[in-house]
């Protein structure tokens, strides 16, 4: 474990890192070496999806595209794909901490990710019903906060994605 | 001039060397190439989709494709350009690297089926744009898109990992490497 303060370099998390580097599931997938470059892909793939799907709502709400269609319409056509591609990541995302405990938990940029994760993925539900609730009266424009939180929620993922290759960079990112 | 001193021009230039030596560039040009290059294969995928008829033929192609397009190539120049700044960097490691070149080549494939698409199949999208079943070779080009693309993403998450020590391991060696 590197020399760190907080939360991310206390004992406890330190402890359980070495635990699980220590398990047959963390040795399994250490393995064979193209074990973790290929969760690493279909982890960057589904982050693809995750991220252009959300950015339709997004776009759709901010009456920039598919404005043929209702909103309720497109959150339909790209929220199960969002959801699908989130589960995906999620078993992928733990596979890789399993494997190598150490490399994510000793840095700032996977519990800033985490963090975000958090946020991202329950502030997506709320809009989601949150556009539902705002479709009853089938305003032509959305209201400013509804407008707000998808700027907010594009840059949570955004940020994301920035903190998933920081995880790599971490001092150089952080000093 | 010969490439091996174009190779060398490059990792000599500028931008090359302010890769090499600012600490942050690397990974924020890197997580920039990474979250463009998502964006490039998401919107594809949505018009790849259509090509297969998913959800449905009920939006038009046409628009499916205009209106998609204009965000995948705002997100390919970004990632073609940070790609190319992090080639600069290191230019020597990525041409002899076969992840490098097999992606390359995946990518050359998905130009030359979009180019194939557009220039043959798409001219006579009047008659399947829609509400009525996609044509083959409209298909095909959607289902050849996907599998090129996430091979572009698969090769290029397999570069970080061999670039730079594409050689054999004597046996018995442990090298421990540190990603």
New interface residues.
Partial sequence: MQESIGLYGSAAVSGFADWLQGTSASGAIKSV?WI???I??VH??M???V???C??IVLRVLGV??T??PVEAVWR?FAPWLWSALAVMAATGITLVVGEPE?EFGTVSFWMKMLLVAIGVSGTALYGRSLKAAAVGAPAEFPVSVRAASILIVIVW?AV??L???I??DK??WG | MDFPSLIQSIEASAPAQWMRTS??A???V??IH??A???????I??VDLRLLGF?DTR?PVT?VCS?MLR?TWIAFAVSLTAGALMFAANAHTYVGNTAFRLKMLALLGAGVNMALFHGITFRKVGAWDQNAPVPRAARIAGAASILLW?AV??LA??I??TKGYDFKIPPHTHIDFQ?
Avoid: C, H, K, N
């Fill in positions: 070496s973790i470059p290929l690493q892909s960057i793939v982050i693809g999806v991220f252009v799907s950015l339709m595209m598919r043929d269609e056509r490399r955004l994605i920035f998933g290759r920081a790599a960079y150089q990112v | 600490l942050a690397m990974p924020v890197e997580a990474v979250l290059g998502a964006t490039v294969f998401g919107t995928l949505i959800p939006r628009r209106e965000l996430v993403i698969f998450r397999w970080g990992f990603f």
